[in-house]
C-alpha cells in the first residue's frame, strides 16, 4: 500500500509519464532497457510499485556492502557476483522452481553503454523457467516510461531477439549516447559471425 502511494506521487509530479500495456499476470522476466543511466531504477521500480507488480532485480555486489544491503534487499534486490554469472541463473531458475512469484527485473545491457552485446541471462532465465518476458522501457525522447508488450519466448534467439529489437528501436534512454543495441552474442555464434 505504501508502495502504491509513493509512485503514486511520484508520477504526480514526475516530467516523466507512464505510458503501460496492462501489467503481466504472471511471473515474468521484466526487461529494463536503455539502461543508460542510474535514473532507469528508480523509473522501474516506480512502474512496478504503481502497477502493483512484485519485483525483484539483480544488482552488482557491491551495491549491497554496508549500511546499502538491507535497504537494497527490502527495495526487492538479489546480489550478483559477476565473476560467477552462470550461478546466478541458476540461483534464480531455482527459486522459480521453488514456488516463489515475483517479476525479475533485469537490464541486459549491462553497465550502462559501451557493450556490445546484451547479457544473455534474461534468456536463459526465462526458457529455463518458462517464464514470458515483460518489455519495460526509458525513452527520453518522448519522456515516457512503462511497459510494452510481454510474450514468451520461442526458443529461435535470432527472432526472439529481431522481436525485442523492433520495439526498442525508437527508445532512447535517460542518455542517449550510451545506449546499447539489442543484440546477444549467440546470435552471431548460431551465423557464423556474419
Known amino acids: 500500500m505504501l508502495k502504491r502511494l509513493i509512485a503514486r506521487l511520484y508520477w504526480a509530479l514526475s516530467r516523466w509519464t507512464l505510458v503501460s500495456e496492462a501489467a503481466p499476470t504472471r511471473p515474468t522476466v521484466l526487461i529494463g532497457a536503455p539502461h543508460t543511466s542510474n535514473w532507469d531504477f528508480v523509473l522501474m521500480l516506480a512502474i512496478a510499485w504503481r502497477l502493483g507488480i512484485d519485483v525483484h532485480w539483480l544488482g552488482k555486489k557491491s551495491l549491497f556492502h554496508g549500511w546499502r544491503g538491507p535497504i537494497m534487499r527490502r527495495l526487492g534486490g538479489i546480489p550478483v557476483d559477476r565473476a560467477d554469472p552462470a550461478r546466478v541463473v541458476s540461483d534464480v531458475v531455482a527459486q522459480v522452481n521453488d514456488g516463489s512469484v515475483f517479476g525479475l527485473v533485469v537490464t541486459p545491457d549491462g553497465t550502462r553503454g559501451g557493450n556490445e552485446y546484451w547479457k ?39 527472432a526472439d531477439m529481431d522481436r525485442i529489437r523492433a520495439f526498442y528501436a525508437d527508445k532512447a534512454g535517460v542518455r542517449p549516447e550510451r545506449r546499447t543495441e539489442p543484440r546477444l552474442r549467440e546470435e552471431d555464434a548460431a551465423t557464423g559471425g556474419i
Open 120 to 158: 544473455s541471462g534474461f534468456y536463459r532465465i526465462a526458457r529455463e523457467t518458462g517464464m514470458p518476458v515483460t518489455l519495460g522501457f526509458v525513452d527520453r525522447t518522448s519522456m515516457t516510461s512503462g511497459l510494452g508488450p510481454t510474450f514468451d519466448l520461442t526458443g529461435d534467439v535470432g
